[in-house]
C-alpha cells in the first residue's frame, strides 16, 4: 500500500491534516497492527469466498453468473479492512452490495455469502455502545432475511424445510453476542485497571496526609523546645545585654509563628472526624512493645537487634517504627499459614537496615493484595521522604521479605 500524504508516528497511520475526515478517523483509531491484520482477515475471507464461487468449495449451492458472485464475495471481503473505523456503515455497506447482488441474480448458499456480515455484526457489538450495537443485530437478521427469501431454491420448500432455514441465523446472533461478550470484559478490566490505580492515588494521598500530620508532631515538638529554650536564656540576660535580648526575642517570636502556621497547615490535612494524636511520636524504643501487640493478636514475633545502637532524628524514628509495624500488619492480614515474623534492625555505619520476613504464603484475594500493595505505596512514601530505600518481596524458601535501608545523618 502507497504512503503517499502519510506520516508514520508512534506505530499509528496518521494521515495529514487536508485528507478527509474519515481517513483522519482511520488514522486515529487504527494501528499499524489492526490495519494489517484487517487486511489479513479481508484476503482470508476473499480467498475462501473465490474458492466457493469459482470451484465450488464449501458451497451449497451456487447461484447466478460465477463473476457476479465471485465479485460479491471480493466487494463483501474489501469492505472488511474499514470495519474499525465505522462499523455499522461497514455491515450496512455488506447488506446493501449483497441485497443488489440477491436481487439481481438470486441468493447462492454456502459460508461464504453469510461470513463478511458475521464478521461486521461481530465488530459493531464489539466496538460500539450497547444501544447501538443493537443495530448490528438488526442489520444481521435482514441479512438473513433476504437471503433466505431471495434464495430460488426455497421457492417450493415445505414450512418446516423454511423453518430450518431459521439455523442460518444463528451465526449472526452468536457473533453478536461474543462481540458484546468480549466488549463487557475489556470495559470491565479497563474499569477495574482505573478503580486500582484511583486506590493507589489516594492511598498515596492518604499516607503522605498521615506524614505531614506526624512529622507536624516532630518538628512542632522540637521548635518549642527551642522557644522555650530562648525565652529562658533571654530571662537571664542582664539589662546591658539589649542585642543579644532582641536577638532571642526574634528567636522565639519567629518560633511561635512557625507553630502556628504548622497547626493551620496540618488542620488543612486533617479529615472530618480526626481527633489530634496527644501521645508522643512512637519509635524503636518502643520496638517491643509493639511486636508483644502482635504477639497477643496471633503473630508470634522475634526482635533482632544488631550493631549499636544510637539515638535518631525523631522523624527519621518515627519512619523506622511505622516501617516494622506496617510490615508486621501485612503479615498479619495478607499472610496465610504463617507461624511467625522476624523483625531485624541493623545499625551500620551511615545507614539502618530493617527488615520483616514471613513465612507464609501470600493470598490469592485481588481485594486484599490491593490492599497490601496500597500498604507499600504507603512505605514508599515514607522511605523516599529520607532518602531511602525499600524492597518487597517473596522469599525464596517461601514468605515474604520487607526490606528497607534509611541513611543516617551525623548529628
Known amino acids: ?22 481517513f483522519r478517523a482511520y488514522g486515529r483509531l487504527v494501528t499499524r497492527r489492526n490495519w494489517a491484520f484487517d487486511i489479513s482477515v479481508a484476503v482470508v475471507v476473499g480467498v475462501l469466498g473465490q474458492l466457493e464461487a469459482w470451484w465450488g468449495i464449501n458451497s451449497t449451492h451456487r447461484q447466478g453468473p460465477l463473476w457476479a458472485q465471485a465479485l460479491l464475495y471480493a466487494v463483501t471481503a474489501g469492505l472488511l479492512v474499514f470495519r ?38 461481530y465488530t459493531v457489538a464489539r466496538r460500539l455502545d450497547l444501544r447501538r ?32 432455514t431459521l439455523l442460518w441465523l444463528s451465526p449472526f446472533v452468536i457473533a453478536w453476542l461474543l462481540g458484546t461478550l468480549v466488549r463487557l470484559t475489556l470495559q470491565n478490566r479497563e ?48 539589662p546591658e545585654q539589649a542585642v543579644e535580648r532582641e536577638a532571642l526575642e526574634t528567636v522565639e517570636s519567629v518560633g511561635r509563628e512557625a507553630l502556628a502556621e504548622m497547626r493551620r497547615m496540618v488542620g488543612v490535612l486533617r479529615q472530618a472526624g480526626d481527633d489530634p494524636d496527644l501521645e508522643p511520636p512512637p519509635g524503636l524504643d518502643q520496638l517491643d512493645r509493639l511486636a508483644e501487640k502482635f504477639r497477643t493478636a496471633g503473630l508470634p514475633v522475634t526482635v533482632e537487634v544488631t550493631g549499636a545502637s544510637r539515638e535518631l532524628a525523631p522523624g ?21 499459614g504463617a507461624q511467625g515474623a522476624r523483625v531485624e534492625i541493623d545499625y551500620r555505619d551511615d545507614e539502618l537496615e530493617l527488615a520483616v520476613r514471613d513465612d507464609g504464603l501470600p493470598t490469592d484475594s485481588p481485594g486484599v ?43
Open 191 to 238: 474499569q477495574r485497571r482505573v478503580n486500582t490505580a484511583q486506590r493507589a492515588v489516594q492511598a498515596v494521598s492518604e499516607e503522605r496526609n498521615r506524614i505531614a500530620r506526624e512529622l507536624h508532631d516532630v518538628i512542632g515538638h522540637s521548635v518549642s523546645v527551642m522557644t522555650v529554650q530562648a525565652a529562658a536564656v533571654r530571662r537571664r540576660l542582664t
Open 133 to 164: 450495537s443493537w443495530w448490528g443485530l438488526a442489520i444481521g437478521g435482514v441479512f438473513w432475511l433476504l437471503w433466505s427469501t431471495l434464495d430460488p431454491t426455497s421457492a417450493g420448500a415445505s414450512g418446516s424445510e423454511r423453518l430450518l
Open 1 to 22: 500500500m502507497r504512503n503517499h500524504g502519510v506520516r508514520q508516528e508512534d506505530s499509528r497511520i496518521l494521515p495529514k491534516e487536508d485528507a478527509p475526515p474519515r
Open 369 to 411: 493484595a490491593a490492599q497490601a500493595s496500597n500498604g507499600l505505596l504507603g512505605m514508599r512514601e515514607r522511605v523516599a521522604v529520607y532518602g531511602g530505600s525499600l524492597l518487597a518481596r517473596p522469599r525464596p524458601e517461601g514468605g515474604f521479605e520487607l526490606v528497607a535501608t534509611l541513611p543516617l545523618e551525623s548529628r
Open 316 to 336: 527519621l524514628d518515627l519512619t523506622a517504627y511505622r516501617l516494622v509495624q506496617e510490615g508486621l500488619t501485612n503479615t498479619l492480614r495478607h499472610a496465610h
Open 84 to 121: 474499525r473505523v465505522s462499523p455499522l456503515t461497514c455491515q450496512g455497506a455488506i447488506l446493501v452490495v449483497s441485497a443488489a447482488e440477491f436481487a439481481t441474480f438470486g441468493s447462492p448458499e454456502g459460508n461464504g455469502v453469510a461470513l463478511p456480515s458475521v464478521i461486521a455484526g
